[in-house]
Every structure is written in C-alpha cells, then in structure tokens.
C-alpha cells in the first residue's frame, strides 16, 4: 500500500497500482497549473463518508510507495482518471480493490 501526503492533512492509504496511475495524471495536471479536486471515501471511515482535497501546485504533495518495483500502468485507467481530472467533479476514488475494475486483480 503507498501513502499520498498532501500538505498538513492526513495520509491517504492507496494501493501502490492506483497510487501510480494517480501520480501520472496528478503530475500532468500541476504541471500545467490545473487545479482540481480528488475526493475518496478511504475504507476504515464511516459508510458514506467522503474527503476531498483541492490540488494545486503550490500545495505540498509527496508520493510514497511500498514496493519497490515500478507499477505497470493502464493507459485505459490513466485515460479515465484524466477525463475525471478534467471534470466539475474531479477524481473520485473508492479505494477498496474491487471499486476499481481495470485494476483489479492486477
């Protein structure tokens, strides 16, 4: 499991594979200075409980991953996280495994 730190809040718990794809597309964003929100319902909170962070690039943010390999990436799931990214709504994550059908059992 990797950790996103963003800023004072909370780590996030991400599996290593989505942590990849998110770096990718978080990356991208910032880089051209494009904010926008990532919301999560991380899965030790309450039912129905949501966070949501504004990402910006002025914004401390660090990605820390478990393995030490680098993750295989789906151009399919980068495609979808982008087009999320480039939505009013931004990214939402369910972040246990099976809410995630392109990397499931990847």
Do not use: C
């Amino acid at each position: 499991m990797g950790v996103l730190y963003y800023s004072a809040a909370p780590p996030v718990v991400i599996p290593d594979r989505l942590l990849a794809h998110l770096k990718i597309v978080i990356t991208a964003k910032l880089r051209r200075d494009e904010r926008f929100t990532l919301s999560f319902a991380p899965s030790d909170s309450d039912a129905g409980a949501t966070s949501t962070i504004w990402l910006g690039s002025a914004i401390p943010l660090r990605f820390e991953f478990d393995g030490d390999q680098p993750e295989a990436l789906d151009p399919l799931v980068l495609q979808q996280l982008a087009a999320e990214a480039n939505s009013t709504r931004g990214i939402v994550l369910r972040l246990e495994p099976a809410s995630v059908p392109a990397l499931a059992g990847a």
